[in-house]
Nanobody, 124 residues
């Protein structure tokens, strides 16, 4: 089992920045990839970013490219999401997820463990 705990969410004005953290514990050595997803009210959960176990490969949704950066510190078992130039449409609950699937990067179905989520609200 893997436990994931997100932190760092909050309320920020448009154009501002936040850094989300995801602390992992448990059988993390079997993880293939870590990802961030988000879900706004009335919408489906959508892919935001992902990073391979080594950190060599990163993936981003088109809507966040150039604004968000995913990174990880394996010594701390922590994954980060630096979010800059935030927009009101980035408002959502952000979830950290752990994948044991080498192929399905961009879909929630490819992730096996999930955190409880952290709220990000961007005001205009």
């Amino acid at each position: 089992q893997v436990q994931l705990v997100e932190s760092g969410g909050g309320l920020v004005q448009a154009g501002g920045s936040l850094r989300l953290s995801c602390a992992a514990s448990g059988r993390t050595f079997r993880s293939y990839r870590m990802g961030w997803f988000r879900q706004a009210p009335g919408k489906e959960r959508e892919f935001v970013a992902a990073i391979s176990w080594s950190g060599d490969s990163t993936y981003y949704a088109d809507s966040v490219k150039g604004r968000f950066t995913i990174s990880r510190d394996n010594a701390k078992n922590t994954v980060y999401l630096q979010m800059n130039s935030l927009k009101p449409e980035d408002t959502a609950v952000y979830y950290c997820a752990d994948s044991r699937d080498p192929r399905r990067v961009f879909t929630a179905m490819g992730y096996d463990y999930w955190g409880q989520g952290t709220q990000v609200t961007v005001s205009s």
